[in-house]
């Protein structure tokens, strides 16, 4: 390599091999050359202190010589399925920290990964990047505030959280909902289901390279979203379900709306499969990949479409129905592959029941009150209070301190689209809850993380975090 | 037999009890870990949740509640362990269910109830440097001191003395 023929250095002008010699005593040095010259120019540091700070010593090419290493290098040998030894040295392990802002991470999680090579030895993951303190929040606002806080936890599914949080404080009060409330319950929750499934299909086909699968995701789950913004007035955080049924009556023409997203989605659905399950790239990502035993499904406590693809078919709303779902007929589809695969033929299988449920509803919806008549619960409508002192009082009882819920305790679980999603809600007496406990369906299947990825190659790791669907606010919360 | 008499049978302490319609056994909290294993033996083979309630003026103040799942038929149980303020301890179950892991550290981390016998007893949603247990009926919300980087000193405490820096100056060039 030639040298430049003249390089400019400023007013700076000494020649390199005296700054070479200057350079032993580097803070002598430099504060020399500031006092002869006064003027200092970016670049013209001692050569040897700027080596100090980033040399990293010589590389070594090759540290392994052994004839094993070497013939894999060259290419004359294939090694297939490598996966060391557990002796390996303390000093072969390395650490990487995955996330928090690791775009496959779905959210804030960040996970400590020790590797041997490319295989995972120990998996820890660190949570808590997204806590908001909600349980806390709740013991601050009444019980009919209560659905617009838990909305925001489980952000793909809120109508599942605003439906425990209903059935719990129902349950407590001991009022039952008309017929209609709960077929429209039943009706939202499943269509959000099947949202929350093309969600999941959508990135996770994005995570492992289908990358149109995650524009035909996001195109079916829009048909839903534009439903849900048109009854409830929002895309998420609907505020919808609430203690003693739902927030408004289904707009005109929502049978039109629902026909179409059926029709929609089933056609999509079949796209997806085409795109997906037979595509070798597809099956090689997959098969076999974060594996979950029964055993480990229920030390953890994994629910949801996680257990139903390791042969584990609890379901809550076949174990323990809620809001009337019981008369309508669904399979609950169970694989035993229990890997990344199965578990994409559960979700796309309950997408399926899912809309056969909203098929039944809307074919047999109930006439009648959309949330129940009790005046101490549900506020009157608008025009009673311009006529009633009594409908004004409880108007007005029921924004400004609330209703006040017998003392008492429960547990309510819904199956959520990631599994089941649990309540434990304490009252005093009061008109706020004494204490709120949220069991996530996606705080389980984070902490089995480690069973599903020990011992396996680094890049199946993004396969199987996105197979088990975590949505950081419910983790966090 | 029923299940939930299978555990009360198994283990005398244990009091069977209903809440709402829901089965409940109270246990002591040393024979925590005691019930949870004759419940896993008597059916109750998956753990679903584990969680503290601080009561304040109750005696004991906290509650440790532990929801586990039966299939086939499919049935709920609630155990519930009393612990004292005074002496906030509880022995862990993570020996019986290992997910139990992160739901202790929680209770742990919200309501500091210690789990004797927890491998990583350890923070989990909050910072480790972080002061007291916010879900707490005595810790008030909105009472989290905020310190602002410009009243502090530690940027130029921090600059001084450390020659390991690759960016340190000479203090002065006199």
Redesign the interface.
């Known amino acids: 390599m030639s040298k430049p023929p003249h390089v400019v250095t400023g007013d700076l002008e000494a020649p390199a091999d005296t700054q070479q010699a200057k350079s032993t005593d580097i803070?002598a040095g430099?504060?020399e050359r500031?006092?002869v010259h006064e003027v200092w120019v970016s670049g013209t540091e001692a050569p040897d202190e700027m080596r100090r700070?980033?040399d990293e010593g010589a590389q070594e090419m090759l540290a392994d010589e052994s004839e094993a290493v070497l013939a894999g290098q060259r290419g004359s040998i294939v090694v297939d399925d490598y996966i060391p030894g557990r002796e390996s040295p303390e000093d072969e392990i390395q650490i990487l920290n995955m996330g928090p802002q690791h775009p496959a991470t779905h959210g804030v999680l960040r996970l400590h990964l020790e590797l041997d090579g490319e295989t995972i030895r120990r998996v820890k993951p660190i949570?808590?990047y997204l806590?908001t303190?909600m349980?806390?929040?709740a013991e601050?606002l009444s019980f009919l505030q209560g659905p617009t806080n838990v909305t925001r936890m489980d952000y793909l599914s809120p109508l599942h959280n605003e439906l425990c949080f209903s059935l719990a404080t129902e349950?407590?009060l001991g009022i039952e909902v008309p017929e209609r409330a709960n077929a429209i319950r039943v009706m939202m929750t499943e269509l959000n289901r099947v949202a929350s499934h093309l969600l999941w299909s959508a990135t996770t086909g994005l995570d492992i390279g289908a990358l149109s699968m995650m524009i035909y995701g996001w195109r079916e789950r829009e048909l839903v979203l534009a439903f849900f913004e048109k009854t409830t007035g929002l895309r998420m955080n609907h505020n919808y379900i609430r203690p003693g049924g739902v927030a408004a009556d289904l707009p005109d023409g929502w049978e039109e709306d629902v026909a179409g997203i059926i029709t929609g989605v089933r056609a999509g659905l079949r796209d997806y499969e085409d795109l997906l399950l037979d595509n070798p790239i597809f099956l090689e990502r997959t098969k076999g990949v974060g594996v979950l035993a029964p055993e480990e499904?229920?030390?953890?406590?994994i629910?949801g479409p996680l257990a139903r693809a390791s042969g584990?078919g609890?379901d809550v709303r076949?174990?323990?129905p809620y809001s009337g779902i019981e008369q309508y007929d669904f399979d609950v589809p169970v694989f035993d592959g229990g890997d990344v695969y199965d578990r994409f033929l559960v979700r796309f299988e309950e997408i399926r029941q899912s809309l056969r449920i909203v098929e039944q509803v809307k074919g047999a919806m109930p006439r009648g009150d959309y949330r129940s008549e009790d005046r101490k619960v549900t506020p009157p409508p608008r025009a009673r209070i311009d006529q009633s002192m009594e409908a004004l009082i409880h108007h007005f009882k029921i924004f400004t301190e609330g209703f006040k819920v017998p003392a008492?305790?429960?547990?309510q679980a819904v199956e959520s689209a990631r599994g089941?999603l649990?309540m434990?809600l304490?009252s005093d007496g009061g008109a706020k809850p004494?204490?709120l406990?949220v069991?996530g369906p996606s705080?389980?299947h984070?902490?089995?993380l480690p069973a599903m990825l020990t011992d396996s190659l680094i890049a199946d790791t993004i396969a199987a975090l996105a197979s088990a669907d975590p949505v950081m606010g419910d983790v966090?919360? | 037999m029923s299940r939930i008499e299978a555990i009360t049978a198994a283990v005398p302490a244990a009091v069977a009890a209903d809440s709402l319609g829901q089965a409940v056994v109270r246990v002591p909290r040393e024979s925590l870990p005691a019930v949870a294993a004759a419940a896993r033996d008597a059916g109750f083979t998956m753990f679903l949740d584990l969680c503290a309630v601080d009561y304040l003026t109750r005696d004991p103040r906290f509650e440790v509640v532990v929801h586990l799942l039966a299939m086939d038929p499919p049935e709920r149980v609630r155990l519930l362990a009393g612990v004292p303020g005074d002496d906030p301890i509880a022995p862990s179950i993570t020996g019986v269910f290992a997910g139990a892991d992160f739901y202790e550290r929680e209770a742990f981390d919200l309501f500091g109830i210690g789990f004797s016998g927890h491998p990583d007893l350890t923070r989990l949603l909050l910072p480790d440097d972080w002061q007291g247990h916010p879900l707490r009926k005595d810790s008030p919300v909105g009472s989290v001191p905020v310190v602002f980087k410009a009243a502090s000193d530690r940027t130029h405490e921090t600059s001084v003395g450390s020659p390991s820096s690759g960016h340190h100056e000479p203090e002065t060039a006199t």
């Open positions: 803070a430099q504060s500031r006092s700070f980033t949570i808590g806590h303190g349980e806390k929040t601050a349950r407590l499904i229920h030390a953890f406590g629910t584990i609890y076949r174990a323990f008492g305790e429960t547990y089941e649990g434990y304490v004494w204490r406990h069991r705080f389980a984070v902490q089995a966090d919360r």
